[in-house]
């Protein structure tokens, strides 16, 4: 996926509802009837014409096809009867030949796995469903699942590309442009949620902060019989109640309270981004503009990020020699070392031996960053317009993905210092 943004998740049919609402996902129409772009459907016209219903009330699952699947073990199962009905489960889209978003996802879910593992497999199910099913056999599954930790409760499904594909609309998972939707490299990285029995579901973008992913997760999809196990969940998900962020402002909407924000990592709550930001005070905007440095203090007031402080930033002091860019433990490289663990380490390897989980899986083999000799073949502005804009940029495999999308020009720069310090 080499262009997914904000804007791309805005415009997916299932995403705006929130941090506790329920996500309805349109069925307005069936998929072989339409000719182009669907509109998002309230969900009092959810059911108006279709689908039938399974139960004794109406559900959203209602909506959901009851395909065949296989699992990455070979087992056949139907979507509905045997992985939802009155069940709770994540549900992600994704390929094993992926060379971006997937590998990240999936690294990401591992995580959440590891900190819901007292509910994964018991009474949580993870559904990552191959929208490339041609390719994916339950073979080559299995060999993935086994990559990010042979994780149990964690199903990778195959099946009919045609009965996926209507499955994705079902659930809401697709983009409104018919072009960028027809291309699997755009798809979504966004986690699907819910209880059946509770008809509860929502959805997030599955590279937010990990353990408020998690917490929301269990938030939606929790179920009053599963009693006794909701105190590891509020011990495990406890976050800071206020973060410190720092960025570039990028507009300023005095009007209406908002502000976007080219920001850095967010310690304990989000990856580099540019957001859109409300703020408290409309005062606190006066004598800020587009393209200063600001240092903002954010917290979540009902289920939306709000900032409490901002002001401008003093520019940063002149480095000594031993922390010039590019060398081990100068200020830009530490600084790029977390977004290297977020995209990188999945084909590269934690230190750049290009040994990384998905490198068995690529061909050719990802570029070792630790080899000097190698390493300095390439200047620094070709390894900014390599992560920036793809391996095709500068002549390499397009198996490198675009990450302009998702990290600023700072952010690249940073992962360039970290890059050339791992050769050192």
Known sequence: MTNMSLRRWAVLVCLGAGLSGACSPPTDERLSERPGPAAAVSPASLFADEPTQRGER?????QFSNILLY???GEPVRF???????KAVMINLMYTTCPDICPANSAQLAVVHELLKEWMGRDITMLSLSIDPV???PERLRRYWEVFGSKPGWLFLTGDYDEIDRLRHELGVYDLDPVIDADKTQHAGIITFGNDRTDRWTALPILMHVRQLAGTV?????DEQWHGRG???RQTTTEPEVYRGRGILRAVDADKGEVVIDHEDIPEMMMAMTMSFEVVDRTMLEGLSPDQPVDFRVKLIEDRYQILTIEASSPAPPLPQENAPGAAGSPTAVRGEGNYATYCTACHGPRGDGDGPMAALLDPKPTQHSDAALMSAFSDEQLFQVIKDGGPAIGKSPQMAAWGELLSDQNIRDLVDYVRSLAL
């Open 135 to 137: 390719v994916d056999t």
């Open 218 to 222: 269990l938030r939606t999809t929790w």
């Open 80 to 86: 509905y009867d045997d992985l939802i009905k009155d």
């Open 58 to 62: 109406r559900k959203q699952s209602d």
């Open 71 to 73: 699992t990455q073990h």
């Open 231 to 233: 105190t590891t969940l």
